[in-house]
């Protein structure tokens, strides 16, 4: 869809006994979750990502912090910024009773609450859904947890999430964070399953998404086979693999039969590593890059991801 090319706008959104609310907004392909209110007292990475998502599909978010704010805005004030922007952030002393009144009036209000403390916290907050569905019983409320179920007190972050799963090499630290950013996915999904859940009952329901189950799922190719050292996409294959290049290093992936042939005829060479780091070592990694756009073949150069500011 362009620029220029309008939304198709979709039909009203129903109550739950079938009658067309007056007020509800009119869902387009644009803002698919418009009229849809979120309030998020998640921290760090998973909540703030997926919250964004969530407003970027057209929700309407208001974030609460507490007093000391939010660690990821000590570590990253630029990427703090960039998931915030848009929302309504409000700092508020849960313990206190006037800033938990003003939750609750929010809570009120929403349709989704989102959450990522531990679940012996919540209940001392009184944010645990048994406590909150009495209050609210079409709240939708999403929990990320480190570990699922009675495991979910377990402390644990992104890092450790990832090496019980196999997902490091030591001595360096991921240049990503795949169980923090595969939950924030997930707690998407699951949000658009729970609204769903509620527009066929009528009722508010709890999903958990636990880090831990996603770092497992995201380790699969590794625990198959695929990825580790030296097989077809761990090593084993010198046509999905980095060479260096003259200055810079470049990645090639030419996978399929019809890249894979294109892309020897045109360098000339045999589908072997030493022949590969031959060539590539003859131009700098850009020059290959602007190679590959025009003989279409699936190569870039590398990039510092600590210098990327986006796409």
């Not at 978010?61 to 507490?66: A, D, G, H, I, R």
């Not at 409000?90 to 349709?111: G, I, N, V, Y």
């Not at 890249?259 to 045999?270: C, K, P, S």
Request: some cysteine; glycine content about 8%; proline content about 8%.
């Amino acid at each position: 869809m362009t620029d220029e090319t309008p939304a198709t706008t979709g039909p009203v959104p129903t109550l739950s006994d079938g009658t067309t609310s007056p007020d509800a907004p009119t869902i387009s392909e644009a803002a698919p979750l418009a009229g849809v209110r979120v309030v998020s007292v998640a921290l760090n990475v998973p909540g703030p990502v997926a919250v964004r998502r969530l407003q970027d599909l057209g929700a309407q978010v208001t974030t609460v912090l507490p007093p000391a704010g939010d660690p990821l805005e000590q570590y990253s004030r630029t990427w703090f910024a960039e998931l915030h922007r848009g929302q309504e952030v409000c700092t508020l002393d849960l313990k206190a009773e006037d800033p938990r009144r003003r939750l609750d009036e929010l809570l009120d209000e929403a349709d989704v609450l989102v959450t990522s403390s531990r679940p012996s916290a919540l209940r001392r907050l009184g944010l645990d859904f048994d406590t909150l569905r009495q209050r609210y019983p079409r709240l939708v409320q999403i929990d990320i947890v480190g570990h699922p179920g009675t495991a979910a007190d377990v402390a644990g972050h992104d890092l450790t999430y990832e090496a019980v799963e196999g997902l490091l090499r030591p001595p360096s630290l991921p240049v990503t964070l795949a169980a923090d950013l595969s939950g924030a996915e997930r707690v998407v999904s699951e949000a658009l399953v729970a609204l769903r859940l509620r527009d066929a009952s009528g009722r508010g329901c709890r999903r958990e998404i636990a880090l831990s189950d996603t770092a497992h799922d995201f380790a699969a190719p590794a625990r198959h086979g695929l990825t580790v050292p030296d097989a077809f996409l761990g090593g084993g294959n010198p046509a999905y693999a980095v060479y260096p290049a003259a200055t810079g290093w470049v990645a090639v992936a030419a996978l399929e039969p019809h890249f894979l042939t294109r892309t020897l005829d045109v360098l000339g060479i045999e589908n072997d590593a030493a022949a590969y780091a031959e060539v590539f070592s003859t131009r700098p990694a850009e020059q290959w890059e602007e190679w590959a756009r025009e003989h279409d073949v699936p190569l870039v150069a590398l990039r510092n991801a600590g210098t990327q500011t986006g796409h």
